[in-house]
Nanobody
Framework: VQLQASGGGLVQPGGSLRLSCAAS????????MAWYRQAPGKERELVAS??????????TYSDSVQGRFTVSRDTGKNMWFLQMNRLKPEDTAVYYC????????????????WGQGTQVTVSS
């Protein structure tokens, strides 16, 4: 089981980016999809998450991105996304996707699965 994050890049302040996280493997279900970020010299922080509950799972956001970022998921494709609008220089960080639990068809459960990071740089 692996998570692959993509979509990062360099964008000007006020711009937008859409991050994607794709899970691979013989996946039956994914619970607790989330996005984290880590800026240089800072601790990794939770940006957005979708709680258990299918397509309409409860979404939460950090105060710093509330109203600008939107997290979503495509259950059928085992993917989730982070639409980032009105980006600010302080959003510059490496963004990571994470799943609290991934269950594969054999019944085995993988806990706290992290993807590799994707760099987001907001600069003029």
């Amino acid at each position: 089981v692996q998570l692959q994050a993509s979509g990062g890049g360099l964008v000007q302040p006020g711009g937008s980016l859409r991050l994607s996280c794709a899970a691979s493997g013989s996946i039956d279900s994914i619970d607790g999809m989330a996005w984290y970020r880590q800026a240089p010299g800072k601790e990794r922080e939770l940006v957005a998450s979708i709680a258990d509950g299918g397509v309409s799972g409860r979404k939460t956001y950090s105060d710093s991105v509330q109203g600008r970022f939107t997290v979503s998921r495509d259950t059928g494709k085992n993917m989730w996304f982070l639409q980032m609008n009105r980006l600010k220089p302080e959003d510059t960080a490496v963004y990571y996707c994470k799943a609290d639990q991934i269950t594969v068809w054999s019944g085995r459960k993988y806990l706290r699965v992290w993807g590799q990071g994707t760099q987001v740089t907001v600069s003029s």
